[in-house]
């Protein structure tokens, strides 16, 4: 049984994964959008206490699929409240840094990693944005994010995400769809 | 096929997966190893330029499949060299931080995580101890780490995992045994 055995597999058989997401809590974050170039400074942005995502598509990924991948990320108990109870990130409420992780979507063959199950950049792109602009339009709707005006904000779609951040706990989570 | 499929899987199949490892590569990274108390700061470790390895044992982890993963884990070309070319953390030679990190058990069931799948904490002390271990001895065996004098950090398991981590970009990996 290789199926789902990633990394170390030597399975050849493809596996029906097509999306990976990882999920970790933060007290703060801050992640770079625009490298700097010879007219303009670097650009970042940054995030208090909430959720990280990092997020990959594989080949056979669709629009369909990402309502339900952004419902199971912002609406999962993952999230320590005050009183030290689990809250998802929409009731804690918390802000949310995506940042787009193709390397997410290797295989290890003996040392070398490979990627030939990622999708190809262009429907990355789309399916990236879409999910980004379904975090924004949940936590906008959420009535606590509102008040207290949390924040979404997402990584640059194909860049080097240089990012640094500060936790209380990672609790790190992974989800595969 | 749900086999291999967590967090929106529905399928109650019990899953090969024994365990789980998350590499990221850092700038630098800080992890508490021992809390404060009322007679003593708390403790920290630190690590420079290398990678931090977030780990899982799930039931039916044995102590035969640890050195495959640390080799997986040390000698897989994922490290970015001063000439951009891909080396292990061996070769860099970097630093290593590991995490223990039980939540990467979990499999999301409606809005709650839930770890019935995650080894009993004594085995899995005895298994995260022997791996810890075992990454040591390979850094302290590769000649460059040992020329430039690298060095392992561990976590302690079963704490709060408060950290803080700087990358140039995190080339976020998984992998499964």
Do not use: K, M
């Given at each position: 049984m290789a199926s789902g055995s990633n990394g170390a597999s030597t399975s050849e058989e493809p596996l029906p994964v097509r999306s990976r997401l990882i999920l970790q809590q933060c007290l703060s974050a801050k992640l770079m959008v625009q490298p700097r170039t010879d007219t303009q400074e670097e650009q970042f942005v940054e995030i208090g206490r909430g959720l990280i995502i990092y997020i990959c598509f594989f080949r056979?990924?669709?629009?369909?699929m990402v309502e339900k991948m952004v419902k199971a990320a912002l609406t999962a108990c993952l999230s320590e409240s005050e009183t030290g109870k689990l809250v998802s990130v929409l009731d804690l409420p918390g802000d949310v840094l995506i940042i787009p992780q193709a390397t997410l979507g290797g295989s290890l063959k003996g040392k070398r990693m490979q990627y030939h199950r990622n999708i190809n950049k262009e429907d990355g792109y789309n399916l990236y944005s879409k999910f980004a602009k379904l975090c924004d339009i949940y936590v906008t709707g959420a009535p606590k994010c509102r008040e207290q005006q949390k924040v979404v904000r997402a990584g640059t779609y194909g860049?080097?995400?240089v990012f640094s951040t500060q936790t209380n706990g990672p609790y790190t989570h992974y989800l595969e769809f």
């Open positions: 056979g990924a669709t629009e369909d860049n080097r995400q």
